[in-house]
């Protein structure tokens, strides 16, 4: 099993920046693909960004040169630094982690962005 607990989410103004972190229950060096996720009200929820065990990356074209997704191996813990924030990301983020055909979840935080 893999628990995940993320936090930094807030209020920010448009054009500003927060810091994600998502912190894992085990080493994240066995996990093949972490990621990050997003949902705002009356919407589906939907990727932001994933990092594999081998730092590859992949993210949404809506946050790409926006947001960055890395992992900290030594501190079992996910990131993802978001610039230039628009009204459009307010959300809550949720963490994932794919391991052993099973995907996990944090329990998300929230992020809102005001114009």
């Known amino acids: 099993q893999v628990q995940l607990v993320e936090s930094g989410g807030g209020l920010v103004q448009a054009g500003g920046s927060l810091r994600l972190s998502c912190a894992a229950s085990?080493?994240?060096?066995?996990?093949?693909?972490m990621g990050w996720y997003r949902q705002a009200p009356g919407k589906q929820r939907e990727l932001v960004a994933t990092?594999?065990?081998?730092?590859?990356?992949n993210s949404a074209d809506s946050v790409k040169g926006r947001f960055t997704i890395s992992r900290d191996n030594a501190k079992n813990t996910v990131y993802l630094q978001m610039n230039s924030l628009k009204p459009e990301d307010t959300a809550v983020y949720y963490c994932s982690a794919q391991y052993v055909a099973v995907t996990y979840w944090g329990q998300g935080t929230q992020v809102t962005v005001s114009p």
């Open positions: 085990r080493s994240i060096f066995s996990i093949p693909i």
């Open positions: 990092i594999t065990s081998g730092s590859s990356t």
